[in-house]
């Protein structure tokens, strides 16, 4: 009659999984299972983004009747989402260890919303398409809707930040990861009168778990925020304290753990904060020394020489997915049927 609480207290009970409306929808390829990523086209009945399009990756281990994560991951400015798949390695099975499903939308002229090129949202909204995206996505496919992640890169991670501070978005994403994030000041943008973008983030649900890695010689947007060439932006210890009072950590409160990682190349600080048992990691930021512009990874890039002063020893995307894996939605914020923001 004792083995029954050693059970429950050696191996605790996980997240109940809630299926998504897209669970038992036959499967028409592309894409296939395990095959290269196919260049989709969302829905012409999503009238406001007639023309969008999205690089669909499907784990080998996808099943219609068996929920998976989604990974959707945005690229960065003058980036193609084909080439953020190849720069972050997203799809690859030996670092996408979740088996997740993972989208790569594709920018309009390469760019996303909160780019001081990009014109305002009245104009092109970004935050409706990836929310009109995420709808499409969770009602054709069968996703865990506790375990959806959003993860960019400098404008694409500029991006993330607005889906994980917008009252609809934010109730929906289990966490959210941004590299070398492009998170300008609102003074910085194309804004019509009264719009607001990274001036003010009031997600519904908090908090919201946010990873977020910049190097520390940052040449595009400087850790410092003043004196970044295109427009200032905010400083990134600035915006880290942000997030951290934001997910219900005290004003000042020191990080629950610090030091090196990966051989000393990254400093690594995460706060867990709440009360009791309700305590939680809601804040990681990884500072990397010496390191530039771009995604931490151990493979030769392009700009390694002028802006990414790398490659490095590691691989910023098997951290981050890491992070995520140790993350889900609270049960109060799963929906299961179709999502309508204005309904959550």
Known sequence: MQLLPILLTTFPLLPLTVASPGCGHPLHPPPTPGASSSLLNLPSDHHSFPSRQYLLHLPANYHIYSPLPLIIAFHGKDQTAQEFERQSEFSKPLLNTLGALVAFPQGVGKMWTGDPEAP?????DDIGFAAALLDHLVNTYCIALERVYVVGFSNGGGLVDLLACDEGVSTRIAAAAIVSGAIYKDKSLKLEK????????????????????????????????????????????????????????????????EGEVHGGSAKKRTWSCGVGAEKQEVLVHYTIE???????????????????????????TRDIVDFFGSKSLPSEWRVPGKWVRDEL
């Open 120 to 124: 305002s949202r009245r104009e092109r």
């Open 290 to 316: 010496g390191f530039g512009h771009g995604w931490p990874s151990i493979k030769r890039q392009e700009d390694d020489e002028k802006q990414r002063f790398g490659p490095v020893s590691w691989n910023a």
């Open 194 to 257: 009264g719009e607001k973008l990274f001036d003010v983030c009031r997600p519904r649900r908090v908090p919201v778990p946010v990873l977020e890695m910049h190097g520390s010689r940052d040449p595009v947007i400087h850790y410092d925020g003043k004196s970044t060439p295109d427009g200032e932006t905010w400083p990134v210890e600035e915006w880290v304290q942000g997030w951290k009072v934001r997910n219900g950590c005290k004003e000042g409160e020191k990080p629950t753990w």
